[in-house]
């Protein structure tokens, strides 16, 4: 599915001269908060879910191995992928590797792609959809005003069981959506998020991996996280989303570092990078090359899920052959990438 957020250019250009830290920072505008329906078979209520009470005749999916793999994650969020496995073959005859997490954005009160769904898992994948509850308050989702659509959704999540990786209200320490900062308190936020939770734990919807994703902290370095953190028993990742750029943060001390710090100091979660890109420019192989050492040199960083969209700049790789190159060479190594599948 294509991203659906917008920026203004005089304010893209300002986010670039400040450091286009986050994913972020590359694309807000208060015009997208009134999201029309999405394309494609989830919009289309593909799978939506027609009952609260799901088949709950096998065990729900064990989700434990895949928390914690032996092997680190290369993940892709590509226009049309995984609702076509498509993209994905195009990106890994681009790099010499599958990717193994296949990232959505969906918006609310739309179904559940399970086709999508099908796909990443028959690619050697874990489907990860990015919710993004627009059109409704976090006061509203706390009190129970969509319970309906989120017991259906998560119904249809248990009767498929297949694993998901499920990010909701992410980048909530920003003041860019309406989740965020300017509109939301963080107890309305973590009642919110911990509602939801318990939803799917109701009608057994574990086969779930729960994402937390803040934005990282540079271009917001007054906002508190642990007061938007739902707590251990309802996160399985920590997801930080940080895009390295040319005047700003484009190192892993400068970038991702100060986030994680403070996040450790109330959560020993592990981490995944949950959005990334390099911005084109003369550090970008340089980049490319400190993301992966990062992953690779810290056990508690998964991996990472790069942003491989022509949106408010363009941050696909394959149009430029020295970033197609590192990433290549860097992916080869025998630590990144596995098929989700052989990990149970």
Request: aromatic share 12%.
């Amino acid at each position: 599915m294509i991203r659906r957020r917008r920026v203004p250019v005089p304010l893209l250009a300002l986010c670039l001269a400040v450091g286009l830290s986050s994913g972020c920072s590359v694309v807000r505008d208060a015009a997208t908060w009134k999201m029309t329906p999405s394309a494609g078979p989830a919009a289309a209520g593909a799978s939506a879910g027609t009952s609260a009470a799901p088949n709950l005749t096998q065990p729900a999916f064990d989700v434990k191995p895949l928390i914690k793999p032996a092997h680190k994650y290369i993940g892709l969020e590509m226009p049309g992928a995984p609702s076509s496995i498509a993209p994905a073959e195009q990106f890994a005859s681009w790099v010499g590797k599958k990717p193994n997490l296949l990232g959505a954005y969906v918006g609310w009160n739309t179904g559940l792609d399970t086709q999508a769904v099908k796909n990443a898992w028959a690619y050697g994948a874990l489907y990860f959809q990015v919710w993004e509850p627009f059109g409704v308050t976090m006061q509203q989702i706390a009190a129970g005003a969509s319970d309906d659509y989120v017991s259906r959704f998560a119904a249809s999540v248990r009767s498929l069981n297949l694993p998901i990786a499920l990010s909701f209200g992410h980048e909530m320490n920003g003041d860019w959506y309406p989740w965020g900062t300017k509109q939301t308190a963080p107890a309305d936020f973590v009642a919110a998020w911990r509602h939801v939770h318990d939803l799917f734990t109701k009608v057994g919807a574990t086969n779930v991996i729960w994402i937390w994703d803040p934005n990282d902290i540079y271009p917001v370095p007054n906002i508190q996280l642990q007061p938007l953190y739902p707590g251990d028993q309802y996160v399985d990742w920590i997801g930080v989303t940080g895009y390295w750029t040319v005047n700003g943060p484009h190192t892993y001390s400068s970038l991702f570092l100060p986030t994680l710090l403070d996040i450790r100091k109330f959560t020993a979660k592990p981490f995944i990078i949950a959005e990334t890109g390099v911005q084109a420019g003369s550090n970008q192989v340089a980049s490319v090359n400190a993301l992966f050492n990062a992953v690779a040199t810290h056990d508690d960083i998964l991996g990472f899920v790069w942003y491989d969209y022509n949106r408010q700049g363009d941050w696909r790789l394959e149009n430029r052959p020295t970033v197609q190159a590192a990433f290549r060479s860097d992916v080869a190594a025998s630590e990144f990438g596995f098929n989700v599948g052989a990990a149970r």
